[in-house]
């Protein structure tokens, strides 16, 4: 399977943007550590006091930008994995998987930054197209055998 | 892999499972225009102003939905996947993925539309039963190779 | 694939901590009644009344712990996945998905019962270590062939 030239393309994208997902993490952790907003009081004790244990909107929105990753990338390991077994062609499947990965770089980058709207939703919407269209993809061939 | 019947069935439902996420989430985005509200100020600024940089309680309610299915049907997509591969019978597979297809489709209807309760929480635990069942059923067929 | 050794190891953790992610779930339910603090209006008015839709600070940090392992272990179930299938030294593999394993029990640990800080910062960091370690193994792997 590893030696599939698409499911190779489709790991190789799909490993990067589980490694995005960590550095947003990480990020969130030191803005909280800079910001001294911190989301459980043991946390908070640590580094100054109880005082320390409050909301921050930059954390915040470092969460969300966390879990619309989640929404997005988490199902798209699993539609680009099986997608790649479909036997699409590799510039067809690289497509796919490079619109992904650029409209969600952006959609991190543009999250963070707190860029102009609608740049975050456009890049959201861009990485969806081509979920929406591996979904289909795998529904007509799974039809052909189910 | 994709020719395998088993399989096939777990993947159509599968799919269908991550559409029904999807639509989920462009319901969120749909309940945020028109109640105009917001989850971050650029795009508040972009839909009238600042003022509606807030939040309101039906979004909050299609927010819990999706994040119910990310703790429930992103496990299930591995679960299912990697039971398939176990060897079941087709009926007893394809009543699995039944089950716990038929029992989210209820949960989130019930969910946005706030149906009386438990009619959300039984349908939750309906589709937790298949999930656990794989999971023991993995269990026992690692067992016999690990 | 399931009779793959490496594999086989690889399963029996990732579904032993599905299994924990559940048992999270099942937690957050209990503590919701025992404190009677309900997410939503229809779940209060079942148990008590209007009252008891409000928050909850043991509650919202079960929440956070199961936020916080689908934001590792749903990526660990796909990296694991993959890289068992990269051919790796059965004792290596198990030693990344062991430490993960136990840095995950111990982080739902040290947040359920609010051990001192660093206990879960650090549970949570030693887990992350094999992750990025089979992320950039697996990177490796299909440079060779992509």
Redesign the interface.
Known sequence: ?????VF??F??Y???L??K??VI?IIT?QVRLRKKAF?????A???GGLQYHREDPYVE?CR?A??ND??NI??F???G??YS??GPSLAVARLHFLVFFVGRVVHSVAYLL?????T??VAYSVA?IP??SM?LQ??V???A??
């Open positions: 399977m590893i030696r599939n030239e190779s393309c790991l190789f799909a490993v990067l589980v490694i997902m960590y993490a952790g989301a459980n009081p043991e946390d004790l640590r580094h929105r969300r966390h879990v989640m929404e988490l199902p390991l699993f539609l994995a099986i077994l479909t707190a860029l102009r709207a609608p975050r939703s969806q979920c929406v979904a795998i529904l061939a799974v039809a055998y189910a």
